[in-house]
């Protein structure tokens, strides 16, 4: 993964968020980005290994307390957290988002090259559908999984990839750049 920068830095198994390990064998891949406008990948890293990243655990809502994904891409990284054989808590609660996917978190503090993430992230989502046997089809943004008693239940999420808090052309460009890159590994 020369190209996509890849780092594994993994939260420790049997804390915070991988405190209970649930198995996975993933079908998707959901896109975020973080809507922090200060922290980069290292520093998202470094949150999650140290447990910072709560969320109230409740029935039907978040099962483990803690939020965790599996990679977050920034302009000059991409940073592990996760195995992919794992559940993350990113998508939504309970439902299939959160116990097929794998998530990835795109960066969008200030300062950084938005477009240099964007390809990036592509770049990775197309090494995982090769390696994992993931369609295309199946390379969501995060409003794909509506979340039960949230409002709205579909997040705006990546934003910036939606039009109009949907999936539209800009979602569209960026799956052709994931095909792209796809068509690449050969
Ligand atoms: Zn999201």
Not at 65 to 73: A, N, P, S
Not at 140 to 147: A, D, I, S, T
Not at 149 to 157: D, F, M, Q
Request: glycine share 10%; charged share 25%; hydrophobic share 30%.
């Amino acid at each position: 993964m020369g190209e996509v920068r890849l780092k594994v830095d993994l939260v420790p198994k049997g804390t915070h968020g991988r405190r209970v390990v649930r198995p996975m064998s993933p079908r998707y891949i959901t896109i975020h980005s973080t809507q922090n406008w200060t922290a980069d990948a290292s520093r998202h890293s470094l949150a999650l290994k140290r447990g910072a990243l709560r969320a109230p655990k409740r029935r039907g809502g978040n099962r483990i307390g803690y939020l965790i994904w599996h990679f977050t891409v920034d302009d000059r990284v991409a940073i592990q957290h996760l195995p992919t054989s794992e559940q993350g808590e990113h998508a939504d609660f309970d439902g299939p988002g959160n116990r097929y996917s794998i998530g990835i978190e795109m960066c969008e503090h200030r300062g950084s090259n938005r477009a240099a993430t964007v390809e990036r992230t592509a770049k990775l989502a197309a090494v995982l559908m090769k390696k994992h046997g993931i369609p295309l089809k199946n390379v969501v943004p995060h409003y794909h999984w509506p979340r039960r008693g949230a409002s709205p239940p579909n997040k705006n999420c990546p934003h910036f990839l939606l039009d109009n808090g949907r999936p539209g052309a800009k979602w569209r460009a960026f799956r052709g750049r994931v095909n792209y890159h796809y068509r690449r590994l050969g």
